[in-house]
């Protein structure tokens, strides 16, 4: 499975993005789909992910209300709406794929990394 992410930008606070996380390749075998982020000088972490069958979702506390994720199967594409931006929501997002039902948290547990897309939100 190979992934692209699109989507990001600058944006001040309170405003909205949504990013974009297109599969391609074996996507018959898509299990869990993740967003994280990675801002400067930090770890990579959880933001949001969903089961591609069911659609069940999980969020990090810290985005809960504000980002919304979806899949759109027709077109094996994830969605991030992420509204009421704030400042410390600037990183670069990554989507990837976790082939089982592993802990939805779990950085380790993804793979398949897209590259970055780089969100800024001004304050």
């Known amino acids: 499975v190979q992934l692209q992410a699109s989507g990001g930008g600058l944006v001040q606070a309170g405003g909205s993005l949504r990013l974009s996380c297109a599969a391609s390749?074996?996507?018959?075998?898509?299990?869990?789909m993740g967003w994280f982020r990675q801002a400067p000088g930090k770890e990579r972490e959880f933001v949001a992910a969903?089961?591609?069958?069911?659609?069940?979702?999980y969020y990090a506390d810290s985005v809960k209300g504000r980002f919304t994720i979806s899949r759109d199967s027709a077109k094996n594409t994830v969605y991030l709406q992420m509204n009421s931006l704030k400042p410390e929501d600037t990183a670069d997002y990554y989507c990837?794929?976790?082939?089982?039902?592993?802990?939805?948290?779990?950085?380790?547990?993804?793979?398949?990394w897209g590259q970055g897309t780089q969100v800024t939100v001004s304050s």
């Open positions: 990837a794929h976790s082939p089982a039902n592993f802990q939805p948290t779990d950085v380790k547990r993804y793979g398949n």
């Open positions: 390749g074996r996507t018959f075998s898509l299990y869990r």
């Open positions: 969903i089961n591609w069958s069911g659609g069940i979702t």
